[in-house]
């Protein structure tokens, strides 16, 4: 049993699967650069101060699992990943089509990470692969966030200040409004 290539650490192994997840780990590695500079953009385009720490904490995640789909990688084959050509780095149109852009990138991410830990034959590297996996859901339902401060926000806040004002001056006239100091009145 332990002699049949097809084993790995008492466990079958489907080689076809883990030859396919070695070439997404190596994927998923790639690109790191341009990856970098998408998040410096990100962050020096984010309007307030809790959207940059937001995107700071995706950003040091995405590190986070860059090293541990280095660590699987060599843990399986002995070898560290190849070197490969970093994809240039494109400019989104505005800051929300750069969230916008991030958020399907991470649905994708989950897409492929399943892929890549179902051919995975260590307990060790699915449990890895199952944290990286929860964080980039995680890191969806912030880009979640991030749009509702920007998009849904505003306007919340506008038709809360159109009512505001028109309840300000429908009701200024009855007696209890005028005993509240105005201050006190949205």
Do not use: W
Not at 1 to 7: D, K, S, T
Not at 138 to 166: F, G, Q, V
């Amino acid at each position: 049993m332990y002699n049949n290539p097809y084993y790995y650490g008492g466990m079958a192994c489907d080689m076809i699967a883990l030859n396919r997840s070695l070439e997404l780990i190596k994927e998923a590695i790639q690109g790191e650069k341009s990856d970098a500079e998408f998040y410096e953009y990100l962050i020096k385009k984010a309007p307030t101060k809790e959207e940059k720490e937001i995107i700071e904490s995706i950003r040091n995640d995405e590190l986070k699992h860059n090293k541990m789909f280095r660590q699987i990688y060599k843990g399986i084959t002995g070898m560290n990943v190849p070197p490969s050509e970093d994809s240039e780095f494109k400019k989104p149109k505005s800051y929300i089509d750069g969230i916008k852009k991030a958020l399907f990138g991470e649905l994708a991410a989950v897409e492929k990470y399943r892929e890549i830990r179902r051919g995975l034959p260590s307990r060790c590297s699915r449990d890895m692969l199952f944290e990286i996996i929860t964080d980039e859901i995680k890191h969806s339902i912030k880009y979640n966030y991030i749009l509702y401060l920007n998009c849904c926000e505003k306007k919340r806040n506008d038709l809360e200040d159109e009512y505001s004002k028109e309840n300000l001056t429908r009701y200024a006239d009855f007696p209890m409004y005028q005993r509240i100091p105005q201050d006190f009145i949205l």
